[in-house]
């Protein structure tokens, strides 16, 4: 069973790849959704058997290397984490596989699209259950290509197919500094094996080496930071994040699968494997707290002067990551996974009712064109305020649970670095409320301001097969949280966890949050949420003029904010456009002016130089060439005389 969790999607995506002719559009949908219901229907049997009866286990398959004293297998790792992580992968996807059938039916193209997300999809769970770094690894890459693919699906987009190259450069960049933290990793244990990692970890908290510049560095430290590196990239951290908001260009459904619950929580699901790694390393925990807040507030900050629906929701997505990391630094792994299921439930939901959104309007995105759209889609309305009130942590709703936790966790850790984290989240939950509300607000409420009625005229909610996901994913963004508490965080949290997740006892924030939080540290975000909610009604709603005023009056930070805070114009000064002119000069002088012409060019223009001065000698009159003969008998005779035996 366990084997076939993973391998029944790829098996899936290989018949519909290659067998589209003979099965047809039709055919493919059929045995790319049923494969992973399959898989789903599965993965809450092995959910059963191992994160709640405790049925931990690894499954060799086979040896994958075996050089000198590395060596590795391919096995196949089952514990609580994986079991999670598995769980919301197969239903997330099979979610976006239905909801695909009716979204895509248009596209000339549905087998090719269908066969990508089941791979993609066999991808993520391959990392998720890797026993080994280079395991984790290969899933990690396989899960970058097939998304550099599913990001430029419309190939034929010039903008897609950027969106695609830069996901993959930036993503790229990141996995460098994985690379080297799997380096490191082998230099301290001799292995990349998690259990030889884990269990020799303590043995080597103190060891010290020289790293570049640095001189008796300590070796943990290195090598976490070198894995957070890989994290930043895939999960779009501050810095490495620019890749995020441009994959909009892929189809929702492709948005919703890798930028909501799967792809981007790698880098989530990498430190808490690690998370023996990170515990003895408290300075790499404090880089982990500060770029996870950074990230937070800064993303959170863009999402409110964006107008395409679904870069506001990818900027979401980054925030909240955000969130998840700052958990992850103060050693809240339980809260970091737990905050991704209910974020991969709610946001999920987010995406593919925007992508509803975009369907009833002909693929309008622009939030400025829209308005008015309750009356004609009354289930999607009431998807993004569920999936919304969730995002906001609303109480009752999944959100409020992981997100609170999270704060209190940050909170509870009584260190510079947490009360920093702690106050940044709190800012964010307001900002969270007023963005995710104006989205809403100006989508569906007020005066449509599409400028063709008969668009808007013509709008409706989607047919069942694309609201029954969005009512799978709505229950999951209400109840993940309230039934989930008690082994994620609450009471049950240490045997759900067993030994899956390693936390120092004085790094048991989660623990010092249940008993030693102030009430009023717990009734702020919600105090927050509801102030951002009802700001959001008064600007949107009540007096829709304001926005303007305030975007005239505070015009310099608007344009900062409208323009990211310059990320992409600041790379492209510092290394785009440097890239391509050094590129040049290689091209130019490099390549063509040295290597050509001293090379193939060069001794081809010798050779058809002397060809042409050889050639004005054949003149064709014979005492010409009776002349040539003599002169060469001469010299030969003068060489035999001058230096003959």
Same mark, same amino acid.
């Given at each position: 069973m366990y084997a076939a969790i993973v391998f029944l999607p790829l098996i899936s995506a290989l018949i519909s790849g290659f067998g589209d002719k003979k099965l047809g559009d039709k055919g493919v949908q059929i045995v790319t959704c049923a494969t992973i219901l399959i898989v789903s229907i599965l993965s809450i049997v092995a959910f059963?058997?191992?994160?709640? /009866?405790?049925?931990?286990?690894?499954?060799?398959?086979?040896?994958?290397?075996?050089? @000198?004293?590395?060596?590795?297998?391919?096995?196949?790792?089952?514990?609580?984490?994986?079991?999670?992580?598995?769980?919301?992968?197969?239903?997330?996807?099979?979610?976006?596989?239905?909801?695909?059938?009716?979204? #895509?039916?248009?596209?000339?193209?549905?087998?090719?699209?269908?066969?990508?997300?089941?791979?993609?999809?066999?991808? #993520?769970?391959?990392?998720?259950?890797?026993?080994?770094?280079?395991?984790?690894?290969f899933g990690w890459e396989s899960v970058g290509v097939i998304s550099y693919l599913?990001?430029?699906?419309?190939?034929?987009?010039?903008?897609?197919?950027?969106a695609a190259f830069k996901a993959f450069l930036v993503n790229r960049i990141g996995d460098f500094g994985f690379l080297l933290g799997i380096f490191c990793c082998f230099v301290i244990f001799g292995s990349v094996d998690f259990n030889t990692i884990f269990l020799n970890v303590p043995k080597m908290a103190n060891k010290t080496f020289n790293f570049l510049l640095w001189d008796n560095i300590n070796a943990i430290t290195v090598a976490s930071i070198m894995l957070f590196v890989g994290a930043m990239g895939k999960s779009a951290q501050l810095g490495l994040h620019t890749w995020l908001p441009d994959a909009m260009e892929g189809p929702t459904p492709v948005s919703a699968l890798i930028h909501a619950a799967t792809m981007v929580t790698a880098g989530v699901f990498l430190v808490a494997r690690m998370s023996p790694l990170f515990e003895l390393a408290p300075k790499s925990l404090v880089f982990v707290t500060n770029i996870g807040a950074a990230t937070a507030f800064f993303a959170a900050t863009i999402a409110l002067t964006q107008n395409?629906?679904?870069?506001?929701?990818?900027?979401?997505?980054?925030?909240?990551?955000?969130?998840?990391?700052?958990?992850?630094?103060?050693?809240?792994?339980?809260?970091?996974?737990?905050?991704?299921?209910?974020?991969?439930?709610?946001?999920?939901?987010?995406?593919?009712?925007?992508?509803?959104?975009?369907?009833?309007?002909?693929?309008?995105?622009?939030?400025? /064109?829209?308005? @008015?759209?309750?009356?004609?889609?009354?289930?999607?309305?009431?998807?993004f305020w569920i999936g919304n009130l969730a995002l906001i942590g609303i109480p009752f709703f999944a959100g409020y649970y992981s997100k609170d936790i999270i704060l209190e966790a940050a909170f509870a850790s009584h260190t510079r670095t947490g009360k920093f984290a702690f106050w940044i989240g709190i800012l964010t939950v307001l900002l969270t409320a007023f963005y995710s509300c104006r989205l809403l607000f100006m989508t569906f409420h007020g005066k449509s301001r599409m400028q063709n009625s008969s668009t808007f005229k013509n709008a409706h909610d989607p047919s069942p097969i694309m609201l029954i996901p969005l009512l799978v994913l709505a229950i999951g963004a209400i109840v993940s949280g309230i039934a989930g508490y008690k082994y994620f965080v609450g009471s049950q949290m240490a045997g759900f966890w067993g030994s899956t997740i390693k936390i120092l006892e004085e790094h048991n924030t989660i623990n010092a949050a249940h008993h030693y939080t102030p009430i009023w540290v717990k009734v702020l975000p919600i105090l927050l949420g509801f102030i951002g909610i009802f700001l959001a009604y008064i600007v949107y709603v009540l007096q829709p003029g304001v926005p303007k005023k305030i975007k005239n009056a505070i015009r310099p930070i608007q344009l900062f904010l409208l323009n990211r805070w310059?990320?992409?114009?600041?790379?492209?000064?510092?290394?785009?456009?440097?890239?391509?002119?050094?590129?040049?000069?290689?091209?130019?002088?490099?390549?063509?002016?040295?290597? /050509?012409?001293?090379?193939?060019?060069?001794?081809?223009?010798?050779?058809?130089?002397?060809?042409?001065?050889v050639a004005t000698w054949q003149t064709g009159y014979l005492y010409h060439y009776a002349f040539a003969i003599l002169i060469g008998l001469v010299a030969l005779i003068s060489w035999q005389l001058a230096f003959g035996s």
């Open positions: 059963w058997e191992v994160a709640l /009866n405790g049925s931990y286990q690894t499954i060799k398959l086979f040896t994958w290397i075996n050089s @000198g004293i590395l060596k590795v297998n391919w096995a196949l790792r089952w514990d609580t984490l994986t079991a999670v992580m598995v769980i919301v992968i197969s239903v997330i996807s099979f979610c976006v596989h239905m909801y695909s059938v009716e979204y #895509m039916k248009d596209d000339p193209s549905i087998a090719r699209f269908m066969s990508y997300l089941s791979l993609f999809t066999f991808a #993520m769970l391959i990392l998720v259950t890797s026993d080994s770094l280079i395991q984790l690894f599913l990001i430029g699906f419309w190939y034929d987009r010039s903008s897609a197919n950027v395409d629906i679904k870069r506001v929701v990818a900027y979401s997505t980054c925030s909240q990551l955000g969130y998840m990391f700052f958990a992850l630094g103060v050693s809240a792994y339980p809260a970091a996974i737990f905050h991704l299921v209910t974020h991969a439930f709610f946001k999920a939901l987010l995406f593919l009712s925007a992508g509803s959104i975009i369907h009833a309007l002909n693929n309008e995105q622009n939030m400025k /064109n829209m308005g @008015g759209m309750w009356r004609k889609t009354p289930w999607t309305y009431v998807m310059y990320f992409d114009e600041l790379y492209n000064y510092l290394f785009v456009r440097n890239s391509w002119k050094l590129g040049l000069l290689f091209w130019k002088t490099g390549d063509n002016t040295i290597i /050509n012409g001293f090379g193939p060019d060069g001794i081809s223009a010798v050779t058809k130089w002397c060809a042409k001065k």
